[in-house]
């Protein structure tokens, strides 16, 4: 039976070049001359790091820019609130969403449901796997889930006959 699966990636390594650029342009820009600004990472969370909160707030704005130009969709980002550290300094930390998860997963199936597709959706860890007896059905289940706006940039990958 044909199928495909439905996730939500993120290249790892593209996500530590954009931090890396921030970083660089972060060091040699004037406005930010004797900063703390800087950007660190471990894994696919992200922490921001500024003298006052609009430092901060062009620190995210460089992040997204730097991120955009890498070809990773800045609705995958989300970030949390902002904390007060010690010298007054602030910082906010950021996750890097990976993964469909169980609420988009659920919302994914009962759009295929209520489609009347003769398509089958099932929810597998962080993918959906979709199914169907015919590809056509496939193709037209893949341009529903692209036409609907569910706030998470999805790949659909895995397609078998």
Known sequence: MPSFDI????????????????????????????????????????TLYADDAFKLEQVKEILRLKLVKRGIDIRTLDFGQEETISGGKVKQSVTVKVGVETELGKKIVRLLKDSKLKVQGSIQGDTVRVSGPKRDALQEAIALIKGADLGVPLQFNNFRD
């Open 7 to 46: 996730v939500s990636e993120v290249d790892k390594q593209e996500v530590r070049n954009a931090v890396e650029q921030v970083n660089r342009e972060v060091s040699t820009r004037f406005d930010f001359k004797g900063s703390d600004a800087r950007v660190e990472q471990k894994d696919f969370d992200l």
